[in-house]
């Protein structure tokens, strides 16, 4: 058990249609924060968002989700109300596979399930590929969970991620925080992000700001938008795939990333056939890619229906 797991808390909070605890746990810099769901000793359901949102993007869904679960939601750090990384340290996804790691190291949780959206679903791929043995279900919320980039790209990506990282190590005076209304903020949330609908927007804030003298400033990390300098090819991604022994399912938004991401020649079949010769189910529903958050009884039932046909091998309580 890691040192951190003494410093675990849980505050009771008014917010939620369904109660929620939050979490807190310390980490070498700083703290990983997220909300709790759920019976103690309930069926523990790891919630990982995706990139630029926080743990409020399960608020809507959770509640509608068995009852009998115990749902951890975390925010990655330089996201929501958690501890960004250290001046100077990146921001990719291998890293975001250890804060994983730590954080069911920190609970005592052996086996457990992912649903992960976006971002958060290629953090659980890569993770049960690394972790087969810890999973026991996977939902992944529109992605396919593996991220490729062409060959020809990653290296100048590298090389963009690490100046772009240079710069703005080097510019410490240009950091001042900007300052907004809570109606700027949320107008500036729904232009980077125009899947969330207004209510879905408030809930965002909820931990994606925080009050200051004179308005709110927003508490995620700027680095998050800076080039990711690590990135792994096709190939790499269908082998990680193939060391996933967790049922997995899929549920796709028609109007979701994948109708406006652009993706190299071909990403969307050759990753798809790679989950169906895994046999994962795969789901298309009518929404967007805040699907689960805008509409979660859109695809509540599916997930429910997953779960609960995917169960663990064997009773588990969490340690919170």
């Given at each position: ?168 190590d080097n510019k410490t005076e240009d950091r001042k925080e ?143």
């Amino acid at each position: 058990m890691l040192p951190a797991f003494t410093s675990l808390r849980h505050f009771a909070t008014n917010t939620m249609r369904r109660a929620a605890s939050e979490f807190r746990m310390t980490v070498p810099w700083g703290e990983m924060r997220g909300q709790v769901w759920g019976p103690s000793n309930g069926r523990p359901v790891l919630c990982l968002h995706g990139w630029s949102d926080n743990s409020g993007t399960f608020n809507n869904l959770i509640p509608l989700l068995p009852k009998d679960c115990r749902f951890v939601a975390i925010d990655f750090p330089g996201h929501g109300f958690s501890s960004h990384r250290p001046d100077g340290c990146f921001y990719t996804f291998p890293l975001y596979v250890a804060d994983v790691r730590r954080v069911v190291e920190a609970l005592q949780w052996k086996r457990f399930s992912i649903i992960g959206h976006s971002m958060g679903g290629n953090v659980a791929g890569m993770f049960t590929a690394l972790y087969p043995e810890m999973v026991d279900a996977i939902v992944l919320l529109d992605t396919y969970g593996f991220l490729p980039t062409q060959v020809t790209d990653m290296y100048e990506n590298m090389r963009k991620g690490i100046n772009d990282q240079l710069q703005y190590d080097n510019k410490t005076e240009d950091r001042k925080e900007r300052v907004y209304t809570y109606e700027k903020a949320k107008e500036r949330l729904k232009t980077a992000n125009p899947f969330l609908s207004d209510q879905s927007a408030v809930i965002l804030l909820e931990r994606a700001v925080r009050e200051v003298e004179g308005g709110f400033v927003f508490t995620r990390d700027m680095r998050i938008n800076l080039k990711n300098i690590v990135s792994n090819s096709m190939e790499l991604c269908l082998h990680m795939l193939s060391l996933v022994e967790a049922p997995v399912m899929i549920v796709l938004a028609n109007d979701g990333l994948y109708k406006i991401f652009i993706l190299p020649d071909g990403y969307i079949d050759t990753i798809r056939k790679g989950w169906t010769d895994q046999n994962a189910t795969i789901v298309d529903v009518e929404g967007d890619h805040h699907i689960h958050l805008n509409k979660p009884e859109a695809v509540a039932s599916v997930i429910t229906d997953f779960l609960q046909s995917h169960g663990p091998d064997n009773n588990q309580s969490s340690k919170l």
